[in-house]
């Protein structure tokens, strides 16, 4: 069935493009309010939309308003449309893209008549109507979705075990990635292809130096990372690595990352990240990196990344960080909204479908910092910037960072969003040695 945010996006260039709907265009692709699974609010806005569409005219909260009254609608209810209203409103959709789309949505929603169909078949069946009437009273619409869908591209599961086995085990085997944290790692699984996981703190919480350790400690598990940075240089980044690389256990050399990249090291000090290099950069033990700091777009890091992918698979790609990336949209909100759709849209799509896992830091709002230093902790309303970050994530982890955090080089790590997973409300407690640019934990969980 149609998701509900995808009806929020049909809703969305529906709103943003009056002047090109018609009723010959809604009765060409089938496009009814009753198709989808909608809420109430989305269901009024559906029809206000259409309405307002015939005179070239998008709608406004004095016509939701006048409606409400009309039809007698509750004031909740109306206040409900008011916000799916700018909810809407926030997204920047192209009616050109979506016309290519509606061949994906018309097979969703094939799937969605079947099954109200079927509902209210049982509804009819407990209300004790003779079954027989109703298959006859539903025959033709049933046999046209089940010829539509005997056409659209669907699969039977019937003799598939092999290649499922096949598929799961190379799966588990080559492309999932980890944090790099055990309990961590245990809370939240794997980070398997497709799947869009988000790291969100404060400025200058330390995220970058997380993401650089989550695509180290995959690195050394022989995995291939993609790295987009907007704030790093290469040469930051190499400097960054080469002396978290320094503390393994295979050196322990420890070299400080500000003398480094000041150039301030003994000769002794040279050899040793010469060392630490030629083994990170050559070592065929461990994965390769793959980094750009030139990529702009969600459009360019996955056209690099599937450049990349054809002669050196790729296992995950690390973007530091969203909030910077360009984009569609008439608000910062819709910028950062529609290229989180777009992300999770394209890790699914990767490689024409083999799928990518993303990983990927955000940034909170100063004033929801403030708050999470309080409690100790952020709610899960830290992402109000954009309700998407939550739709299009499926974990989502904060780090928090106070000056009490700092004066003991400590960083709180908190999952609030895992999708089929009991790890959400987890809270942990990382040692930072920013100095080396690493990150492990402490604790297993802070009770």
């Not at 559906?46 to 609608?73: P, W």
């Not at 050196?251 to 003398?259: A, I, M, T």
């Not at 010469?274 to 994965?287: H, K, Q, R």
């Not at 000056?403 to 809270?427: A, F, P, Y």
């Given at each position: 069935m149609i998701a509900i945010d995808k009806a929020d996006e049909v809703l969305a260039i529906l709103y943003a493009h009056p002047e090109k709907l018609s009723r010959e265009f809604l009765k060409k692709y089938n496009l009814s309010a009753s198709l989808f699974p909608l809420e109430h609010a989305q269901e009024i806005l559906f029809r206000l939309i259409v309405t307002a569409s015939y005179a070239n005219k998008k709608v406004t909260e004095a016509l939701i308003e006048a409606y409400c009254v009309k039809n007698k609608i509750s004031d909740e209810e109306k206040e409900n449309t008011v916000f799916a209203l700018d909810r809407i409103k926030e997204q920047d959709k192209d009616f050109a893209e979506f016309e290519d789309k509606l061949l994906v949505y018309r097979k969703e929603l094939k799937t969605a008549q079947l099954n109200k169909l079927v509902f209210a078949t049982n509804k009819s069946i407990q209300d004790g109507k003779d079954i027989d009437?109703?298959?006859?009273?539903?025959?033709?619409?049933?046999?046209?979705?089940v010829q539509e869908q005997q056409n659209a591209d669907v699969r039977s599961l019937r003799g598939r075990s092999s290649e499922f086995i096949k598929q799961y085990e190379e799966s588990d085997a080559t492309d999932s990635l980890v944090y790099g944290f055990d309990s961590i790692?245990?809370?939240?699984?794997r980070i398997n292809p497709g799947e869009v996981h988000l790291i969100a703190g404060a400025s200058n919480e330390g995220k970058s130096i997380v993401l650089a350790n989550i695509a180290y400690n995959n690195l050394i598990r022989k995995k291939?990372?993609?790295?987009?940075?907007?704030?790093?240089?290469?040469?930051q980044c190499i400097y960054r690595l080469l002396a978290l690389h320094s503390t393994h256990p295979k050196f322990g050399y420890n070299l400080e990352h500000k003398r480094i990249k000041a150039k301030d090291l003994t000769e002794r000090e040279k050899e040793q990240l010469y060392d630490v290099a030629t083994d990170l950069f050559e070592c065929e033990d461990y994965g390769e990196l793959f980094f750009t700091d030139t990529a702009t777009t969600v459009a360019e890091i996955f056209d690099e990344a599937e450049d990349i992918n054809r002669f050196k698979k790729l296992h995950g790609i690390c973007i530091d960080y969203i909030s910077l990336l360009q984009g569609k949209g008439s608000s910062e909100q819709a910028v950062i909204a529609n290229n989180f759709k777009a992300i999770k849209s394209k890790a699914l799509l990767f490689n024409k479908g083999e799928q990518i896992p993303v990983i990927s830091v955000h940034q909170i709002a100063e004033q929801k910092k403030e708050q999470a230093e309080e409690s100790g902790k952020y709610d899960?309303?830290?992402?109000?910037d954009t309700s998407e970050a939550k739709k299009s994530s499926d974990v989502v982890s904060w780090i928090l960072r106070t000056e009490q955090h700092r004066q003991v080089h400590e960083l709180s790590w908190g999952i609030n969003k895992v999708r089929d997973s009991d790890g959400v409300g987890n809270t942990y407690s990382l040692f930072e040695d920013f100095q080396h640019m690493r990150v492990q934990l402490i604790d297993t969980e802070i009770e």
């Amino acid at each position: 069935m149609i998701a509900i945010d995808k009806a929020d996006e049909v809703l969305a260039i529906l709103y943003a493009h009056p002047e090109k709907l018609s009723r010959e265009f809604l009765k060409k692709y089938n496009l009814s309010a009753s198709l989808f699974p909608l809420e109430h609010a989305q269901e009024i806005l559906f029809r206000l939309i259409v309405t307002a569409s015939y005179a070239n005219k998008k709608v406004t909260e004095a016509l939701i308003e006048a409606y409400c009254v009309k039809n007698k609608i509750s004031d909740e209810e109306k206040e409900n449309t008011v916000f799916a209203l700018d909810r809407i409103k926030e997204q920047d959709k192209d009616f050109a893209e979506f016309e290519d789309k509606l061949l994906v949505y018309r097979k969703e929603l094939k799937t969605a008549q079947l099954n109200k169909l079927v509902f209210a078949t049982n509804k009819s069946i407990q209300d004790g109507k003779d079954i027989d009437q109703i298959l006859e009273k539903h025959r033709e619409q049933l046999q046209s979705i089940v010829q539509e869908q005997q056409n659209a591209d669907v699969r039977s599961l019937r003799g598939r075990s092999s290649e499922f086995i096949k598929q799961y085990e190379e799966s588990d085997a080559t492309d999932s990635l980890v944090y790099g944290f055990d309990s961590i790692d245990e809370a939240i699984g794997r980070i398997n292809p497709g799947e869009v996981h988000l790291i969100a703190g404060a400025s200058n919480e330390g995220k970058s130096i997380v993401l650089a350790n989550i695509a180290y400690n995959n690195l050394i598990r022989k995995k291939n990372m993609f790295y987009a940075s907007l704030e790093m240089s290469e040469k930051q980044c190499i400097y960054r690595l080469l002396a978290l690389h320094s503390t393994h256990p295979k050196f322990g050399y420890n070299l400080e990352h500000k003398r480094i990249k000041a150039k301030d090291l003994t000769e002794r000090e040279k050899e040793q990240l010469y060392d630490v290099a030629t083994d990170l950069f050559e070592c065929e033990d461990y994965g390769e990196l793959f980094f750009t700091d030139t990529a702009t777009t969600v459009a360019e890091i996955f056209d690099e990344a599937e450049d990349i992918n054809r002669f050196k698979k790729l296992h995950g790609i690390c973007i530091d960080y969203i909030s910077l990336l360009q984009g569609k949209g008439s608000s910062e909100q819709a910028v950062i909204a529609n290229n989180f759709k777009a992300i999770k849209s394209k890790a699914l799509l990767f490689n024409k479908g083999e799928q990518i896992p993303v990983i990927s830091v955000h940034q909170i709002a100063e004033q929801k910092k403030e708050q999470a230093e309080e409690s100790g902790k952020y709610d899960f309303n830290f992402l109000s910037d954009t309700s998407e970050a939550k739709k299009s994530s499926d974990v989502v982890s904060w780090i928090l960072r106070t000056e009490q955090h700092r004066q003991v080089h400590e960083l709180s790590w908190g999952i609030n969003k895992v999708r089929d997973s009991d790890g959400v409300g987890n809270t942990y407690s990382l040692f930072e040695d920013f100095q080396h640019m690493r990150v492990q934990l402490i604790d297993t969980e802070i009770e």
